[in-house]
C-alpha cells in the first residue's frame, strides 16, 4: 500500500498491531529513499510482546524527521512474507524540517483528501 501526499510530513504515528516478519515501512521524499524500517529493526524495541503470537511485538510507534532531510511525502507499507499487516489510528504532522511536537501527543489538523 502507498500513501502519497501532496505535502511534506516530519511525523508519522501507527499502532502497529501483531507486528509480522516481512513488515515494512519505507518512507520517502519524491523519488528519493529517506528511510526504511523493517519488522526486525522495530519488533525489538516494540512496546508490547505478545505471547499468543510467538513474542512477536505491537503497539504505537512514531516515525519523525530528525532534520529536514528526514521529511517525507510518500509512505510505502509491504509485507513480503504473506501473514498480513495489521495497523491502526495513523498519525501525521506536515512540515518541512525536524519535528519538534511531542510524538505522544500529536495535534489533529483538518486535511482534505
Same mark, same amino acid.
Given at each position: 500500500?502507498?500513501?502519497?501526499?501532496?505535502?511534506? =510530513?516530519?511525523?508519522?504515528?501507527?499502532?502497529?498491531?501483531?507486528?509480522?516478519?516481512?513488515?515494512?515501512?519505507?518512507?520517502?521524499?519524491?523519488?528519493?529513499?529517506?528511510?526504511?524500517?523493517?519488522?526486525?529493526?522495530?519488533?525489538?524495541?516494540?512496546?508490547?510482546?505478545?505471547?499468543?503470537?510467538?513474542?512477536?511485538?505491537?503497539?504505537? =510507534?512514531?516515525?519523525?524527521?530528525?532534520?529536514?532531510s528526514g521529511v517525507?511525502?510518500?509512505?510505502?507499507?509491504?509485507?513480503?512474507h504473506g501473514g498480513?499487516?495489521?495497523?491502526?489510528?495513523?498519525?501525521?504532522?506536515?512540515?518541512?524540517?525536524?519535528?519538534?511536537?511531542?510524538?505522544?501527543?500529536?495535534?489533529?489538523?483538518?486535511?482534505?483528501m
Open positions: 500500500m502507498t500513501i502519497d501526499l501532496a505535502d511534506s =510530513l516530519n511525523y508519522f504515528g501507527i499502532d502497529w498491531g501483531a507486528m509480522s516478519s516481512g513488515n515494512d515501512f519505507a518512507f520517502y521524499n519524491g523519488d528519493q529513499l529517506v528511510n526504511m524500517f523493517t519488522y526486525d529493526d522495530v519488533n525489538p524495541i516494540a512496546p508490547v510482546k505478545a505471547d499468543q503470537h510467538g513474542g512477536e511485538g505491537n503497539g504505537y =510507534l512514531h516515525f519523525y524527521a530528525n532534520d529536514s517525507f511525502n510518500r509512505i510505502v507499507v509491504s509485507n513480503s498480513g499487516f495489521e495497523s491502526d489510528n495513523h498519525s501525521f504532522q506536515f512540515g518541512n524540517d525536524k519535528f519538534t511536537g511531542d510524538p505522544c501527543n500529536p495535534r489533529p489538523v483538518p486535511y482534505e
